[in-house]
């Protein structure tokens, strides 16, 4: 059986794209029991990139950990850790930033559009792709679950695990399962905290009508069939109901349909908004869990990391 592994930076409470896009998905593959283990890596040194989350970076792994656990995540079915408490994985960056060239990096797409968005751009950023292949190859899991944005990151991993397995086998050469569904943000573009565009679903009610209520649209009603297919609400919607089911609702103008929406999300997410309040306030359990998973990581891959050392004479 195959090793599964997928992660989510710690960048505070996870959004609506990530419970329907990432944490729902990957729970329902646990669940099926088809893995031998499962990894659900918690990148809280990912999001040293942006300035923004230094401080309140411990928080936020806390913060995601709960919304794993409010949506059903069964903590002793996997290996849930916190990036930073297994600093091999930072010691297989540098290994790896040895071996690959920097050219290649500077050609990453995540980092062009970074590039062309940025005036200040700092090292780590260039060198994320490099991290993320440690995080990967540092499991040994054969299935990553990643969206297609980070296929070409996927693929550096790939290149980087044959590259050293041409001295010594020691890495699994990861796939990729794409995660389907991409919720769009309110703005119609991808949902992410740095373009301020989420539906936070564990926020509070008003905070999350009020995002709603932004979701920009067509200027006509949503009966009108040419109208519907490239609407944002219309969309967003349709990753929870049939479209048949959605035009019976949101046929009677944008105004009602936001109500509609808002009260429909509220009420599939009770459950788990309740639950998220719970374990968000047992700071000790969360700790508990991670340093668990961190122990039973550092266990794991210490065979792998005495062979990469041999390998780069650092034994």
């Given at each position: 059986m195959d090793n599964l592994l997928t992660g989510i930076k710690s960048t505070g409470r996870p959004h609506l794209g990530h419970v329907i896009g990432i944490i729902s998905p990957t729970i329902f593959l646990i669940n099926k029991e088809m893995f031998h283990k499962q990894f659900i890596l918690i990148a809280n040194l990912h999001t040293l990139t942006n300035y923004?989350?230094?401080?309140?970076?411990?928080?936020?792994?806390?913060?995601?950990?709960?919304?794993?656990?409010?949506?059903g995540l069964d903590y002793k079915k996997v290996i849930c850790y916190r990036q930073s408490d297994i600093p091999e994985i930072t010691e297989l960056l540098w290994f790896f930033s040895a071996i690959f060239p920097y050219n290649r990096l500077k050609l990453v797409h995540s980092f062009k559009e970074y590039k062309t968005n940025n005036k200040i751009i700092n090292t780590a950023t260039l060198t994320y792709p490099i991290l993320m292949a440690a995080d990967i190859l540092i499991s040994k899991a054969e299935i990553i679950?990643?969206?297609?944005?980070?296929?070409?990151?996927?693929?550096?991993?790939?290149?980087?695990?044959?590259?050293?397995?041409q001295i010594k086998r020691i890495f699994t050469i990861p796939k990729a399962k794409i995660f389907t569904k991409l919720i769009k943000g309110t703005d119609g573009k991808k949902m992410s905290k740095s373009k301020k565009n989420i539906i936070d679903i564990f926020s509070k009610k008003k905070q999350i009508k009020k995002q709603i209520f932004k979701i920009k649209t067509q200027?006509?009603?949503?009966?009108?069939?040419?109208?519907?297919?490239?609407?944002n609400l219309y969309?967003?919607?349709?990753?929870?109901?049939?479209?048949?089911?959605?035009?019976?609702?949101?046929?009677?103008g944008y105004q009602h349909a936001k109500e509609e929406f808002?009260?429909?999300?509220?009420?599939?997410?009770?459950?788990?908004?309740?639950?998220?309040?719970?374990?968000?306030?047992?700071?000790?359990?969360?700790?508990?869990?991670?340093?668990?998973?961190?122990?039973?990581?550092?266990?794991?891959?210490?065979?792998?990391?005495?062979?990469?050392?041999?390998?780069?004479?650092?034994?």
């Open positions: 923004n989350f230094i401080k309140n970076n411990k928080t936020n792994s806390y913060k995601i950990l709960a919304a794993w656990l409010a949506c679950l990643v969206g297609k944005d980070q296929l070409q990151h996927l693929e550096i991993a790939r290149k980087i695990a044959k590259k050293i397995n200027n006509k009603f949503l009966n009108e069939e040419n109208k519907l297919l490239t609407d969309n967003i919607y349709l990753n929870f109901a049939g479209s048949k089911k959605i035009k019976k609702k949101l046929n009677v808002y009260s429909f999300l509220i009420s599939k997410f009770k459950k788990e908004r309740k639950l998220y309040k719970y374990y968000i306030n047992k700071k000790s359990k969360l700790e508990k869990i991670l340093k668990i998973g961190a122990t039973k990581m550092k266990e794991i891959i210490q065979p792998t990391m005495k062979q990469v050392r041999n390998v780069f004479d650092c034994s």
